[in-house]
């Protein structure tokens, strides 16, 4: 199954298309939130409609969508990348290598020039631009590209990401202007509801005798509803 053509999927694409939306920056709050993988999700689903789209990797501060680093042209009159050619209608462009190319995307008006100069070649821009709270010079500033792009998606993880993360990344997006689309919550951390089940039965239901206790526990392991593997 492509999961990029899941029903939650549809629903952000159509959002997105209904805003007229382009250019699309996709950060998380902190690590292992997904991001990278929505990035690629939803750059897969807008290539389903047979336009253009360029997958941009600038998260720096984590493994992104995997590729080598490779050297950027951004002073060069042409700015042709050697990109990664997913298939016909989707093109990946890999983490810069050179930090003198990190410096001049850090400047507002050069990000902003290369994201209006791939807009006349590409339908639609993903930005994968990893942890927003990560801040450090080799890093590029999330709230930067999200500055610069049409929206931002929000990537958190539950039962991973902190009330604190959230609101932090939140006010500076706000803080910045910058157009918060929504927010993703991954749930690939987020106990089951088996595993909520199982929790109570072994903490609460110490009165229960343990052949029912056990046969309970066999039935909740055997539900794929519960065990959240229903899709």
């Known amino acids: 199954m492509k999961p ?3 029903e939650e999927m549809e629903h952000l694409f159509q959002q997105i298309h209904q805003l007229q939306l382009r250019i699309i920056c996709i950060s998380s709050c902190n690590q292992k939130c997904g991001s990278s ?16 789209v360029l997958l941009i ?10 590729y080598e680093a490779i050297h950027w042209e951004t002073e060069n009159k042409s700015k042709e990348q050697p990109l990664i050619k997913k298939h016909q209608y989707l093109d990946i462009l890999a983490q810069p290598e050179d930090q003198s190319t990190v410096l001049t995307l850090r400047q507002p008006h050069k990000l902003r020039y290369l994201l209006q100069y ?15 709270n990560t801040a450090n010079w080799r890093n590029l500033p999330a709230v930067n590209i999200a500055n ?10 539950a039962a991973k990401t902190t009330e604190s993360q959230l609101l932090t ?9 910058c157009n918060i689309i929504g927010i993703i919550i991954n749930d690939q951390f987020n106990p089951t509801l088996a595993q909520r089940l199982l929790k109570s039965i072994n903490s609460k239901a110490w009165w229960l005798p343990e052949k029912i206790k056990n046969k309970i526990t ?14």
């Open 4 to 6: 990029w053509l899941s």
């Open 37 to 52: 993988t929505m990035s690629y999700w939803l750059a897969e689903r807008c290539s389903e409609n047979q336009t253009k």
């Open 57 to 66: 990797d600038l998260d720096l501060s984590g493994s992104g969508q995997g």
């Open 118 to 132: 791939w807009q006349q070649h590409y339908h639609y821009i993903i930005c994968d631009t990893g942890n927003i």
């Open 148 to 157: 610069a792009s049409d929206g931002i998606l929000l990537c958190l993880s």
């Open 169 to 177: 990344s939140i006010a500076k997006l706000e803080k910045s202007n």
């Open 218 to 231: 066999a039935m909740i392991n055997k539900s794929q509803l519960l065990q959240g593997k229903y899709q």
